[in-house]
């Protein structure tokens, strides 16, 4: 028996409707805020550019994205910034600080202050007999000094950088952090530590002043900064941070706007060059980004975009050339450059771990949208 027209009918629109429901869903059109987000010649598709940016700031599970400047080749692709922050709004650098240090001492070798594969000059570590002594500069910079320094402790207050930065060490953190004996040959492997970034801040005001004033140690540094990096950057909102004994709190604590940020990481991609006025050395810079002996995803206080052959890694060796590198903060603070694309990426916020790693795959979405030269 042939089944009633009515009935045939709404068997055919029920099967329609059941293959329609099986292909992929539709994606909410574009908000005018995420398209006006990108610039008129961005350098990408912009409507796929326009939604990879607007998922960092809207989709579930990857924590709040507070800020975002893209550029590419110089020019500025893509801007945004949450409700109650915009591009004057300085945002906490956490351990992207670590980069600028390493720039700060790399200016003080070039000026003949500092040597490189000499030993750190830590008065303390000088005392004869001390194992401490041959750790060099570039043991601190590359994460590898083999000092007794626990960046994450359980219960926390047993984490080195806690004690240092909030606990008895925060009035003098280069006097705590260069006490802690040994625990590895110098040299021999890879920790990284907050504790380290300071001594490097400590040895750069030592270079800079022979006084032991806070006041005067302060403000050598940061007019040597000023002088040297942000004021010829026009990186104007940077304020740094300083312990009671005038030591930079240069693993941690500097601030400015994202777009400051963006600057710096500019900076970097043309090797130290700013307006064909050479800031940092090239040979620096690519000493910065060229992989410690015992870490092949760290350089010079600095994150390379370089596979270790483990499943975790700060960045996205899978996604984006390896000759990408990336300053790196607390809770998802990123300045990602990508030289082979012609490209800086600043994203600020506030992820935890699981949300970070969610993030750094949509993060990679936008960079994918920009070929390799």
């Known amino acids: 028996m042939r089944p009633a027209p009515l009935i045939a009918l709404a068997l055919a629109t029920s099967s329609l409707a059941s293959c329609g429901s099986s292909g992929p869903a539709q994606e909410p059109p574009l908000s005018e ?4 987000a990108v610039s008129k010649q961005p350098g990408a598709p912009t409507r796929p550019l326009a939604r990879a940016a607007d998922d960092l700031f809207t989709r579930e599970g990857l924590g709040e994205t507070r800020a975002l400047v ?30 600028v240090t390493a720039i700060m001492i790399g200016m003080l070798v070039a000026d003949g202050q500092l040597r490189l594969d000499a030993p750190a000059p830590v008065p303390r570590w000088q005392r004869t007999g001390d194992p401490r002594a041959e750790i060099t500069l570039r043991h601190l910079l590359q994460m590898r000094a083999g000092l007794e320094h626990t960046e994450a402790g359980d219960p926390p207050y047993d984490s080195s950088e806690v004690r240092m930065l909030f606990l008895d060490g925060r009035d003098d953190m280069a006097d705590y952090a260069t006490a802690q004996p040994l625990e590895a040959e110098p040299g021999e492997r890879f920790e990284y530590s907050s504790n380290t970034t300071v001594i490097l801040a400590d040895i750069a005001a030592r270079a800079l002043t022979g006084s032991s004033d806070p006041d005067i140690r ?6 040597y900064l000023a002088a040297r990096l942000f004021e010829p950057l026009g990186m104007t909102s940077v304020v740094p941070e300083f312990d009671r004994a005038g ?10 706007t994202a777009r400051d940020w963006a600057k710096l990481g500019e900076l970097l991609r043309n090797k130290g060059s700013y307006r064909g006025e050479q800031l940092v050395p090239r040979a620096w810079v690519e000493e910065m980004v060229t992989p410690s002996p015992k870490s092949p995803h760290y350089g010079l206080q600095t994150w390379l975009n370089r596979p270790t052959g483990e499943d975790q890694h700060p960045l996205i060796p899978a996604r984006a050339p390896e000759s990408a590198f ?17 490209l800086t990426v600043v994203r600020l916020g506030h992820s935890d771990a699981p949300e970070r790693r969610a993030m750094l795959q949509q993060l990679a979405d936008l960079i994918e949208l920009y070929p390799a030269s």
């Open 33 to 36: 805020e995420a398209l006006a």
């Open 70 to 99: 893209v550029y590419h080749g110089g020019t500025l692709a893509v801007e945004r910034y949450a409700p109650g922050y915009d591009a004057d709004t300085r945002f906490v650098s956490w351990s992207m600080a670590k980069t």
């Open 218 to 223: 302060r403000q050598a540094v940061t007019d």
């Open 247 to 256: 030591t930079l709190i240069g693993g941690s604590l500097i601030h400015a």
């Open 326 to 342: 990336s300053m790196i903060g607390h809770m998802g603070q990123y300045v990602f450059v990508s030289p082979a694309q012609k």
